[in-house]
């Protein structure tokens, strides 16, 4: 009887050595979690500063005479920095932006060669409003006709194809916004102009002061983003990823 007791002694001690090697293994695995959690969002954090730092000095670098609009944020990969270089000549500014895996000044002379371009914002001052409308190529898709295609939230498509590219166009308030691809692969153009509709559910572009325009290319080069705001057109190009192109113009509202 006293070999049973013995026993079960043993038998409940280890049980319970056990249960608590568990528990303090499951507590350190939550902490190394939590630690880990904390300084992703400790690296967020950084990253975003360092972005807005960034933008700020950007703007502080323009000399011009009338106040530009500049985005509030900019997509750049994870792990990267922000720069960019700029320059005021005449009516015209010219800003690129750049992501680097080093924190580089604005305008580095560095930056062409170990940096690379997420895009390149012009901003150009015209004698009047009238000469800065010229310059934006707004159609309005419901008048101009074409073969009708369901984007979604309630927008239609209309679809024009000529000289081997398809273009599906349609207008969201001031905004005429058009995807292209070649006649060979006519599905990309539409399932890239539903993604951008399903985007701008989300997202506003700018208010454009007449109007907008915006070019998406399946084949990632000739993304082109055009808007006035009175005597000033804004144009974003030299953007690979038509989605991202959307992501830099929405940055701009205000």
């Known amino acids: 009887m006293l070999k049973k007791v013995v026993f079960l002694f043993l038998l409940l001690s280890i049980c319970s050595l056990s249960a608590c090697a568990e528990r303090n293994k499951n507590a350190q695995e939550h902490e190394i979690e939590t630690s880990t959690s904390v300084a992703l969002s400790n690296n967020d954090q950084i990253d975003t500063v360092q972005a807005t730092e960034a933008l700020q000095q950007i703007k502080e670098q323009i000399h011009f005479n009338v106040p530009i609009k500049m985005p509030t944020t900019l997509p750049i990969a994870e792990g990267t ?6 320059r005021t000549q005449g009516d015209q500014v010219e800003v690129i932006f750049y992501e680097s895996k080093e924190n580089m000044p604005i305008n580095d002379i560095r930056l062409k060669k170990s940096a690379t371009v997420i895009g390149r914002l012009l901003v150009k001052k015209y004698k009047s409003v009238e000469g800065a409308s010229t310059q934006i190529a707004f159609d309005n898709f419901n008048q101009n006709g074409g073969q009708e295609v369901d984007l979604g939230y309630n927008i239609k498509g209309y679809q024009d194809a000529g000289a081997g590219s398809l273009w599906t166009g349609w207008n969201e308030g001031r905004w005429a916004i058009a995807t292209h691809t070649r006649t060979d692969n ?51 190009d030299s953007i690979k990823d038509p989605l991202k192109a959307l992501a830099i113009a929405t940055a701009f509202y205000q």
């Open 81 to 86: 920095f922000l720069s960019a270089t700029a």
């Open 186 to 236: 006519p599905d990309a153009g539409v399932k890239l102009a539903k993604q951008a509709v399903a985007y701008l559910e989300n997202h506003m572009l700018p208010i454009p002061r007449q109007y907008g325009m915006a070019q998406l290319d399946v084949y990632q080069s000739g993304n082109l983003i055009v808007w006035q705001d009175e005597k000033l057109v804004y144009t974003l």
